[in-house]
């Protein structure tokens, strides 16, 4: 049977499982068969272009100027990926580049080049952005050419390093779009631009916020969770559906001593809450009462090992109010969990040097104690009605804390890059017989063409030291 008389439908879905499966070479060689193949192969052979140099982007660009209407209307999925160590920083761009050649064109992700530790500000950026929004801008629904062929029409997905928002954004887009789930991340936010943004969704269910800034801080820099009212005021107009929120700051910019004072007591969907970092004098933050009714699960993201000493974990339990989330979740009849990811070990902490001590012995002790305090607060949410409760139905309700060690990471920034999250090992359970894991498990999952690696030197000596902190 000859592969021509196959219906092209079928055709497309095998070059489709091609692309997919990243099996570019047998596409390359089935677009080299013969012109009714290659027709079909091409289809998916441009569907998809990732740049990580300058100087490979515009040899595309170039081509694609030449290039035949149908070609260019192939190309679906378009990243300039500028983080890698291959970013050719001394290349300078003939001309920015217009996306309205891809009148296709259904996902763009574009990292911003000043991310690049080695960059400075004041790069070709300005000028790439400013030709994303004039192609933006012509796209819009409120292009006064509304008759005309709009470009950009079926663009869904749009991700930059940097963007700039203007307050002139039309008031009729106010809770009138479907957005459900909005991540910031690897970049800094203005607290003008957040308000504005979260302006739109008409039910918006999860939030990430990952502020973060590969260059020292100059003057106009400005971070959306430094104004506590302001940000409370921005997130609260999505309070009645939100139910993830994830906050981390940049450790770099985290040792002002200024503190995030979260008011979520009218959030009543809020069921996940994510916070980071926390790092001696760093950027503190706080939970006011009452706290949110629904949240059943508060995870602490780089944690220092500092912060397990007893009076600094003693005051971060406080000011999180830990107790009255125990106490939520006990009325409701649900387990509350407590996860802290641990910071990676410094390295003059990892080894003992000018007779200092090697912590990493200290740390299975220190996660013990807050162990037994997090038991002693659980234990006052439930003891005035323990009496009332059968031991089964305590069990099923009983809350746990978790602590967590991921491998370390360099690359910057790693989730455009198919990198994928990283992934944590549960090394303390208390919730578990042992509490201190002899087989630790992953607190997320990974998918089964991922690194599932998880090592830690320094984390495996912390909590494989058999000492006497584990006399329980």
């Not at 000859?2 to 092209?8: D, G, K, V």
């Not at 801080?217 to 409370?232: H, K, L």
Request: proline share 6%; charged share 25%.
């Amino acid at each position: 049977m000859s592969l021509l008389t196959i219906p092209n439908e079928l055709l497309l879905q095998v070059t489709r499982y091609l692309r997919d499966s990243q099996q570019v070479q047998a596409l390359q060689a089935m677009a080299r068969t013969c012109k009714a193949l290659r027709e079909i192969a091409e289809i998916y052979l441009y569907s998809t272009a990732e740049f990580s140099t300058l100087s490979a982007l515009y040899l595309f660009l170039d081509a694609a100027t030449r290039a035949d209407s149908k070609r260019k209307s192939y190309l679906r999925s378009l990243k300039l990926l500028y983080s890698t160590t291959r970013y050719d920083y001394f290349y300078s761009p003939p001309y920015p580049p217009d996306l309205t050649l891809f009148p296709n064109l259904e996902s763009f992700v574009s990292e911003s080049p000043e991310c690049q530790p080695r960059s400075v500000k004041g790069t070709h950026w300005g000028v790439f952005k400013d030709s994303y929004m004039r192609a933006f801008t012509q796209a819009s629904l409120l292009n006064e050419s509304v008759g005309t062929s709009r470009p950009l029409s079926k663009l869904r997905s749009r991700q930059e390093g940097s963007a700039k928002w203007e307050k002139e954004m039309p008031q009729r887009f106010q809770h009138q779009t479907a957005l459900k789930s909005l991540i910031f991340t690897e970049c800094v936010v203005s607290i003008e631009a957040l308000d504005l943004i979260l302006s739109f969704p008409r039910r918006l269910l999860d939030l990430t916020l990952c502020e973060k800034f590969y260059h020292r801080r100059v003057a106009g820099d400005s971070f959306a969770i430094e104004e506590t009212d302001a940000f409370n005021r921005a997130i609260s107009q999505q309070a009645e559906s939100l139910e993830s929120l994830h906050i981390e700051r940049f450790s770099q910019y985290s040792n002002d001593g200024k503190s995030l004072v979260l008011s979520l007591s009218n959030f009543p969907a809020l069921t996940h809450l994510q916070l980071g970092p926390f790092l001696q004098r760093e950027f503190k933050y706080v939970l006011s009462t009452p706290v949110p009714p629904a949240l059943k699960y508060l995870r602490l993201i780089e944690y220092g090992v500092s912060m397990l000493q007893k009076n600094r974990a003693d005051k971060l339990l406080s000011d999180l109010s830990v107790d009255e989330l125990l106490i939520n979740c006990k009325n409701c009849g649900v387990p509350f969990t407590l996860d802290i990811s641990l910071q990676h070990l410094p390295h003059l902490l990892r080894r003992p040097l000018f007779n200092g001590n090697d912590v990493r012995s200290d740390i299975r002790q220190l996660v013990n104690k807050l162990g037994d305090r997090f038991q002693e607060l659980q234990s006052a949410s439930t003891h005035p009605r323990l009496e009332d409760r059968s031991e089964s139905s305590i069990r099923q309700t009983s809350s746990r804390l978790r602590i967590l060690t991921n491998r370390r990471r360099n690359k910057i920034p790693p989730f455009l890059h198919d990198e994928g999250p990283p992934r944590f090992l549960v090394r303390y359970d208390s919730s578990h017989p042992e509490r201190f894991l002899r087989n630790p498990y992953t607190a997320n999952a990974a998918a089964l063409d991922r690194d599932f690696s998880s090592d830690d030197e320094d984390m495996d000596i912390a909590f494989h030291n058999v000492d006497r902190s584990n006399q329980n």
